[in-house]
């Protein structure tokens, strides 16, 4: 009995067991500093975007095919669907140690960017085939040259961006690792960085293009279409043999094309908002409002995502997250991610005053920067960050609690949302302004 007793005491240190790995701990200032860097990198970027947006819509292509302004939302949408969740999924594989081993992290890297090349040629199509079908809704209009150009111009543009933005955001992720940066705080606002001026600016050159081309050369739409969509089982093959990405090739499909369908709803109204002279003003504000928000609920939601990868089992939720969602468990409270949505909030306010003030620099848009104008767009922009942290911190928590991936199923809903609330509270502040007699369209023009 003494012999069992000593050796059960010794069995402890003789048995090594292998070694655990922790959720690094950062500071509240240490997750600011990470934050803002990207997140301005990435203002900059919606900023260009709108900026670009706010030329092209006086291109012919855009006059006379309005839809495009349909495609907008959607496609820019590719890089919460996509993008970010491509940066959410390898975010947490870094931070649980799968992309330790070089084999296992080429496989995630090489099966996932297979994934989101199917992923975006389908999208691409389906985005037009809603921008056809919304548009011709209220008009009663079809052309099928138009329907054909709107295909080819959505399919090719969100496979080219798609390739390039894949490219970036696997050498930021690998980037990050390797300095030591939580790329959950830096990987999804600089997947956005360039992703929206980057899809925009190839939309309105493929556009313009195919426009070109429409009286003199017909079949080149057509064309384009199908060389892109002829691909398509190229990369299902290619991410069907890696495992990572089989599962989701097959199941993954649900959350990319619901979030479609959001963002065209946005871009319907803002088509509508567009077409009305006494609004123009909103076209520079749109990608502006839209990607800010969408960034900044994707990093709540990826670090969400990653304390539950490390804390709980799937199906398993942390005790503070259990029982009927308030609004106050989102910002109130002892954990790190109530912390970072505090964050989060305070960066909106300074962070659109600066890209205000750089449009309005850069002599772009149709809007005078007035007090009114400025307080009405500020508050639209804190209504909207403020609303999707609170829905990120719900649907996060009950993605996990029903088993299914956060990674891979939050971002594209949160950004989509963040797209449809951005456009429509942007609309209503601007007709707001109309009312109330702020009419100021054609500055800028």
């Known amino acids: 009995y003494t012999a069992i007793q000593h050796l059960s005491r010794l069995l402890p240190l003789l048995i090594q067991r292998p070694p655990t790995r922790n959720m690094p701990k950062e500071s509240p200032l240490a997750m600011a500093l990470q934050i803002v860097v990207p997140f301005l990198l990435a203002g900059f970027g919606t900023v260009s975007a709108g900026m670009v947006l706010d030329i092209v819509q006086h291109w012919d292509a855009f006059k006379y095919i309005t839809e495009i302004f349909i495609l907008v939302p959607a496609l820019l949408g590719l890089k919460g669907n996509l993008e ?23 496989n995630l890297i090489i099966g996932n960017l297979a994934l989101k090349q199917v992923q975006a040629t389908v999208v691409g199509f389906l985005a037009a085939v809603a921008a056809v079908v919304l548009g011709w809704i209220p008009e009663g209009k079809f052309q099928m040259s138009h329907a054909v150009l709107l295909c080819s111009a959505s399919v090719a543009t969100a496979f080219i961006a798609s390739m390039l933005q894949g490219f970036i955001m696997v050498g ?14 830096v990987a999804t606002p600089i997947a956005a960085s360039f992703g929206d001026l980057i899809t925009l600016a190839i939309l309105a050159w493929i556009s313009q293009g195919l426009y070109n081309c429409l009286d003199s050369h017909p079949y080149v739409s057509s064309l384009v279409c199908a060389f892109f969509l002829s691909l398509t089982p190229v990369w299902m093959v290619i991410s069907s043999k890696h495992p990572a990405s089989r599962t989701l090739l097959y199941s993954g ?33 749109t990608p502006v409002i839209n990607g800010i928000g969408g960034n900044l609920v994707a990093i709540q939601s990826s670090r969400i995502s990653t304390h539950l990868h490390f804390h709980s089992a799937p199906g398993e939720v942390p005790e503070e997250a259990k029982g009927c969602y308030y609004p106050c468990r989102t910002f109130y409270g002892t954990g790190a991610n109530h912390r970072s949505a505090q964050v989060l909030l305070l960066l909106v306010l300074p962070g659109h005053l600066i890209f205000l003030y750089t449009i309005h620099l850069m002599k772009s848009g149709h809007t005078t920067l007035t007090p009114i104008f400025m307080t009405v767009y500020l508050a639209a922009a804190l209504l909207q960050v403020f609303l ?3 829905i990120a911190d719900w649907m996060v928590y009950s993605m996990w609690r029903s088993g299914k991936d956060p990674d891979s199923f939050s971002i594209p809903y949160l950004t989509a949302l963040g797209d449809l609330l951005g456009t429509a509270l942007l609309a209503l502040s601007f007709q707001f302004l109309w009312y109330i007699g702020d009419q100021d369209s054609d500055v800028g023009d």
């Open 84 to 106: 970010m969740t491509l940066a959410s999924r390898l975010s947490t594989a870094v931070n649980v140690g799968k992309m330790d081993s070089p084999i296992e992290k080429w």
């Open 172 to 185: 930021v992720i690998v980037g990050s690792k390797k300095t030591g940066i939580n790329p959950d705080n």
């Open 388 to 390: 999707l942290l609170c």
């Open 253 to 285: 499909w649900e959350p990319v094309i619901t979030a479609m369908v959001i963002s065209s709803i946005g871009g319907l109204i803002l088509d509508k908002t567009v077409s009305d002279p006494n609004l123009a003003g909103i076209v520079v504000y």
